[in-house]
């Protein structure tokens, strides 16, 4: 923490001069503003708030994304993960885009917790697979919220969906594709099988590489774990908007005080 007082300190300097945070920070809200531009666009008023989802990648922090959102003029809705502000890794969002993990009634907090603790544990793997990269996530949860940060993980970009695969190094691409995910497989839960499969990513439901991804998990499981694939470009984007609609709830409300108990309210602010 001492160490890093000096950066920290760079990065309070740059804000109050009206800066983004840092380089990488000025980068990210040029990728956030034309987002918000077209959602006011299409909503036909401002959007001052949000829940901003992003892959867990090397070197990409939480700090950043919120300082990227700050810059970028939106608020950052609160949620479950880390502390107040901080934004969730897409293997949680895409989980509720499909509709897991998910409370029936997130208005009742009590309810939703209970209904956390009743669900069977689930070994989840998260694929995405791009133009761009290729990225693994493994992780055992019982509700997207508790999908903060996946524990095992691992991400290339060489393995990427726009290489050129009819070429002689085309099995070399495969192979290497098979031992990341058989190393995976290995080093996290081993001899628990993996009972679900989350795709994410615009080249994820090529069928030469959904039929490569099915045959290597046989190779460590007796049987297929369940797919969730109807919707890999947008699901991640579906979960956080699930998440924006619960922010206002994902914190039990204080009870209120006997003087004011006639009155009381629990003010929130809700997402757009």
């Known amino acids: 923490m001492y160490d890093d007082w000096p950066r920290q300190m760079r990065r309070r300097l740059r804000k109050l001069l009206g800066f983004p945070a840092s380089h990488d920070v000025g980068i990210l809200s040029r990728l956030l503003d034309p987002l918000r531009q077209q959602a006011e666009e299409r909503l036909g008023r401002k959007v001052s708030s949000a829940i901003v989802t992003f892959p867990n990648l090397v070197a990409l922090y939480d700090e950043d994304i919120v300082d990227a959102m700050d810059y970028a003029?939106?608020?950052?809705?609160?949620?479950k993960f880390?502390?107040?502000?901080?934004?969730?890794?897409?293997?949680?969002?895409?989980y509720a885009g499909y509709g897991l993990?998910?409370?029936?009634?997130?208005?009742?907090?009590?309810?939703c917790d209970e209904e956390e603790k009743q669900r069977p544990l689930q070994q989840v793997l998260t694929i995405l697979y791009t133009k761009t990269a290729f990225v693994l996530y493994r992780d055992m949860l019982r509700g997207a919220y508790q999908h903060y940060e996946p524990e095992n993980g691992s991400s290339n970009f060489n393995l990427r969906s726009n290489s050129t695969h009819d070429n002689p190094a085309d099995k070399?691409?495969?192979?290497?594709?098979?031992?990341?995910?058989?190393?995976?497989?290995?080093?996290?839960?081993?001899g628990i099988k993996v009972s679900q499969v989350i795709l994410l990513g615009e080249s994820a439901l090529?069928?030469?590489f959904l039929q490569f991804i099915k045959s290597t998990l046989l190779e460590v499981q007796e049987e297929l774990p369940?797919?969730?694939?109807?919707?890999?470009?947008?699901?991640?984007?579906?979960?956080?908007?699930?998440?924006?609609?619960?922010?206002?709830?994902?914190?039990?409300?204080?009870?209120?005080?006997?003087?004011?108990?006639?009155?009381?309210?629990?003010?929130?602010?809700l997402p757009l």
């Open 73 to 79: 003029g939106l608020t950052p809705l609160h949620t």
């Open 82 to 94: 880390g502390g107040v502000g901080s934004q969730p890794h897409e293997a949680s969002t895409a």
């Open 101 to 111: 993990g998910l409370c029936s009634n997130y208005t009742d907090w009590n309810q």
């Open 172 to 190: 070399y691409y495969w192979e290497t594709m098979r031992e990341q995910i058989l190393r995976l497989m290995f080093k996290s839960a081993y």
């Open 206 to 208: 090529d069928a030469k």
């Open 226 to 269: 369940e797919f969730f694939m109807s919707d890999p470009v947008y699901a991640a984007a579906k979960g956080a908007a699930e998440f924006s609609i619960r922010s206002p709830y994902y914190f039990q409300p204080p009870p209120p005080s006997s003087a004011k108990a006639d009155n009381f309210t629990w003010e929130h602010q």
